[in-house]
C-alpha cells in the first residue's frame, strides 16, 4: 500500500462540536451538566412541549464569539437560527435549532506547527438527547433502547475547517490545538472521551498533481486523538484502493469501530434539502453590535500560543515551552510560581522532572496534589539560595506533592539543610581519604576518575547534604 500513497494525494477536513461550558442550556434554563441522574435536567422547552418558546442564552453568544475571536474570524453583524429537521427518538422537537447560512463565526484560520488552516464557519446548535441501548436479548444486542435527555439542548459549537489538511498528523495536530485552545479560554472541557469535544473528518483521495478534489466520506465516531488518526488512516488505505480497482468514493457517513480498526457505512450523505431548512420563526434573528464584540475581545486571555513564546522570552527552550502549554494545569501552576519571582528556569527543572513525573504515574493533574504554587516558590528559593541542594530538593518535592508541606518546614523536622561549612565537610573529607588508603593513593597515582569515588563516599556519610562543589574543590585539596 506504501507505494501507492506516492501517487495520492489526501485532503482533510474537520468538523468539531464543541460543547459549550455555560450553567444552563441554549434555550432553556435546565442545569447544562454531566453524569447527572437521567431525564433530571428536562424543562418543558427541552422536552419540546407544544407552546413553549425558546429563549436565547446570552452567555452562549458571548462564548461563540470569543471562540470566533480567537480563531480569527470575522464576526458578522447579523446571524440567525434555522430549524433542521430530524426524525430520531432522542429529538423530541422533531427538529434541531442550527444555524444554516448565517452562522455566528466566518472566515478565520488556526496555525498548526507551521501552517495555517482556514476555519470555513463556526455555527451554534443544541445538542440532542442519548439513547441508550439496553435490554440485552441474549447475546445478540439489545431489545429495547431507553433515551436521556439531559443533553438534549446543551449548546454546541460546530467548528467547520476548510479542506487545508493533509495527512492524519495535521488533522491530529489541528485537534489537539483546537482542543488547547478551547480550554485556554474557558467556553469548553475538550474531553474527547467524555464526549465534550467530537469530531467528523471528512476525508477524500485524489491522484497527486491534480487540481479537483475527490468525493469525500466522513466519518463519525472517533472519541480519542489516536482513533482520529487510526480513522483516517484506514479510510484513505480503503479509498485508494476502490480507486485503483477503477471504482468509485461514493459521498456517504461512515462510522468509525475502535476494537475492529474499521470503517463501515452508516448511511448516504444527505444534502442539505433532505433537512428542510428553515429560518426559526420563534427566534429572533441576532444583532451583534461592534461594541459587543470589542468588549468580548477585551476579556480575551492569554492564548497558548501566546504563552509559549512569552515563556522562550524568559529563557525557556522552545521545546520546555511547548510541553509546559500543552498541560494547561501546569502552565497556570508555572504562570502563579513566576508572580511570585523565582527564578524560572530552577523552577521549570522542577515541573519538567519530578513534577511531572509525579503527575504521570499517578495519573493527575498538578491542581488535584497538595502543592501550592507558594510552597513551590519557597522551595526553589531554598534551592537557589543553597540551603538545600538539588538532590535533596529532587526528595521532598515528592512530599510537598503528597502531604502539602512547606519545604522548609520538611528540611527542619528531617534535618535536610545543605552543609555548606567548609571546616565541617573538610573533617568529613579528611576522614574518608585516611579510611581508603588503598584508592587515595590510587588517585595520587593518577586514577583521577577515583574522584567521583570520593564524591560518593563523602555525600553517603552526609546523607546527600554537603555542598557538592565544596566537596570536589576539599577533596582535590586534600588529595
Ligand atoms: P456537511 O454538513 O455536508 O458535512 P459542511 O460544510 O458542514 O458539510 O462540512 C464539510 C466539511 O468537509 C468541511 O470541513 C470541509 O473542509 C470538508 N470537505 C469538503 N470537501 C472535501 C473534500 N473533497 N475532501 C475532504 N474534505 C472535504
Ligand atoms: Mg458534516
Known amino acids: 500500500m506504501s507505494d501507492l500513497r506516492e501517487k495520492y494525494e489526501v485532503v482533510i477536513g474537520l468538523e468539531v462540536h464543541a460543547q459549550l461550558k455555560t450553567k444552563s442550556k441554549i434555550f432553556a434554563p435546565d442545569g447544562n451538566e454531566f453524569g447527572r441522574e437521567p431525564n433530571s435536567l428536562t424543562s418543558p422547552i427541552t422536552l ?8 436565547l442564552n446570552r452567555e452562549v453568544v458571548n462564548m461563540a464569539i470569543l471562540t470566533g475571536l480567537a480563531l480569527n474570524c470575522e464576526i458578522p453583524a447579523h446571524c440567525k437560527f434555522d430549524r433542521k429537521q430530524y426524525f430520531y427518538p432522542d ?46 436479548d441474549g447475546l445478540a444486542g439489545s431489545s429495547y433502547s431507553l433515551v436521556d435527555l439531559n443533553r438534549a439542548g446543551t449548546p454546541l459549537l460546530e467548528i467547520v475547517s476548510e479542506p487545508d489538511m493533509r495527512s492524519s498528523d ?36 485524489m491522484p497527486k498533481g491534480s487540481k479537483e478534489f475527490g468525493t469525500r466520506a466522513e466519518i463519525k465516531n472517533v472519541n480519542s486523538f489516536r482513533a482520529l488518526q487510526r480513522a483516517i488512516e484506514y479510510e484513505i488505505d480503503r479509498q485508494i484502493e476502490i480507486v485503483e480497482d477503477g471504482g468509485k468514493v461514493i459521498q456517504e457517513t ?41 468588549e468580548i475581545r477585551a476579556k480575551m486571555p ?40 523565582v527564578n524560572a528556569k530552577t523552577a521549570l527543572n522542577f515541573i519538567m522532572g519530578e513534577i ?57 523536622e528531617k534535618g535536610l539543610s545543605q552543609i555548606s561549612d567548609e571546616g565541617a565537610i573538610k573533617l568529613i573529607v579528611k576522614r574518608i ?30 546523607k546527600g547534604r554537603a555542598n557538592p562543589q565544596t566537596v570536589n574543590e576539599l577533596l582535590k585539596e586534600v588529595l
Open 302 to 341: 492569554e492564548l497558548p500560543e501566546q504563552k509559549r513564546v512569552r515563556y522562550i522570552g524568559l529563557g525557556l527552550s522552545e521545546y520546555d515551552a511547548s510541553v509546559v502549554v500543552e498541560q494547561m494545569g501546569l502552565a497556570l501552576f508555572f504562570d502563579e510560581v513566576l508572580k511570585t519571582g
Open 254 to 294: 461512515r462510522l468509525w469501530d475502535d476494537n475492529t480498526g474499521l470503517t463501515s457505512s452508516m448511511r448516504g450523505k444527505e444534502d442539505a434539502h433532505d433537512y428542510r431548512y428553515f429560518p426559526e420563526p420563534d427566534l429572533m434573528p441576532l444583532e451583534i453590535s461592534r461594541g459587543h464584540v470589542e
Open 91 to 136: 429529538l423530541p422537537k422533531g427538529y434541531q435549532i442550527s444555524q444554516y447560512d448565517e452562522p455566528i463565526c466566518v472566515k478565520g484560520y488556526l496555525d498548526i506547527k507551521g501552517k495555517r488552516i482556514g476555519i470555513t464557519r463556526a455555527h451554534l446548535e443544541e445538542d440532542a438527547g442519548k439513547l441508550v441501548h439496553a435490554g440485552a
Open 48 to 55: 419540546g412541549m407544544p407552546g413553549v418558546l425558546p429563549v
Open 433 to 462: 581519604v585516611e579510611q581508603n588508603p588503598g584508592e587515595a593513593a590510587a588517585y595520587r597515582a593518577g586514577k583521577v576518575q577515583l574522584l567521583g569515588f570520593f564524591v560518593g563516599q563523602v555525600m553517603k556519610e552526609t
Open 356 to 412: 511531572s513525573a509525579y503527575l504521570k504515574e499517578e495519573k493527575t493533574d498538578i491542581s488535584e496534589t497538595k502543592l501550592t504554587p507558594e510552597n513551590f516558590a519557597e522551595f526553589i528559593a531554598l534551592i537557589e539560595k543553597g540551603t538545600i541542594s538539588n538532590n535533596i530538593g529532587k526528595q521532598i518535592i515528592i512530599d510537598m506533592l503528597k502531604d502539602g508541606k512547606k519545604a522548609s518546614v520538611i528540611v527542619e
Open 170 to 205: 495535521e488533522a491530529k495536530e489541528f485537534m489537539e490545538t483546537l482542543r488547547n485552545m478551547v480550554r485556554y479560554i474557558g467556553v469548553c472541557d475538550g474531553n474527547l472521551e467524555e464526549g465534550s469535544m467530537r469530531c467528523d473528518a471528512n476525508i477524500s483521495v
